[in-house]
């Protein structure tokens, strides 16, 4: 197990994507997973935003959805209900109440089992917020991968500039620093760097200079020593599998 954390555009998903290739391991993008429960609410008139009058039956109404939403990872891609949503994971829309979503005990406990049963399938690369520091506290490396605001506001406009979307990078910014404060502050599993994490900078590095440098520190450390922690889960969140 790999644990990857670290804000939003540090350019987790690229480079433990190209690592867990160059390992070997299954690749586990955990952002998708909360995505794709975002996704789900919008679809549904549930999302935060849309229940803010009424957050205590909102927040009920949400459960519910969770409870019965069949949320699969298959080849990388995300199935909600059999469909595959992948596309549609990173509209600004479902950035917009993602963290409001990933803030929610309920939706957090059920991506965490998801998440280990996932790892007790095989060796994984895990990226997300709250890997190293909550899920899989006893991972066999961590890194902590951050980069400076502006660049990471650079990168996803370059994101959305592959959607076909122009967005200035200064209310990208915004949004940005918006959902650092939100993930951070959050109670429930808040990002920061575990204290056995190694912290890389990835400002003004090429995707290949970083990823040399997980290499290096995976192979510098040795096998695994243990296995990545986390209890027996269901392999899907709600619904029948
Ligand atoms: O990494 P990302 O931008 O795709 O993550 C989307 C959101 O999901 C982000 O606002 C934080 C949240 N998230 C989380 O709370 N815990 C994780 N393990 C992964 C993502």
Known sequence: MVAIDGPSGAGKSTVARRLATALGFGFLDTGAMYRAVTWHFLALGCAPAECAAEPDQGRARMAQA???????????RLLVDGRDV????????????VSAVSALPFVRAAMRDLQ???????????????????????????????AAPSERARRRCQDFAGQGRS?????????????????????????RRAADAHYVDSTGLTTDAVVAQLLAI???????????????????????S
Do not use: N
């Open 66 to 76: 969770l409870a019965a939403m069949r949320l699969e990872l298959r080849d990388g």
């Open 86 to 97: 992948t596309a549609h994971l990173r509209t600004r829309e479902v950035e917009s109440q």
């Open 116 to 146: 280990r049963e996932v790892a007790r399938q095989g060796p994984v690369v895990a990226e997300g917020r709250d890997m190293g520091s909550v899920v899989f506290p006893r991972a066999s490396w961590k890194v902590y991968l951050d």
């Open 167 to 191: 967005v200035s990078e200064a209310v990208v910014l915004e949004e940005i620093l918006v959902r650092d404060r939100l993930d951070s502050t959050r109670s429930d599993a808040p990002l």
């Open 218 to 240: 995976v192979r510098s450390g040795g096998p695994p020593s243990h296995p990545a922690g986390g209890p027996a889960a269901a392999p899907t969140v709600g619904g029948p």
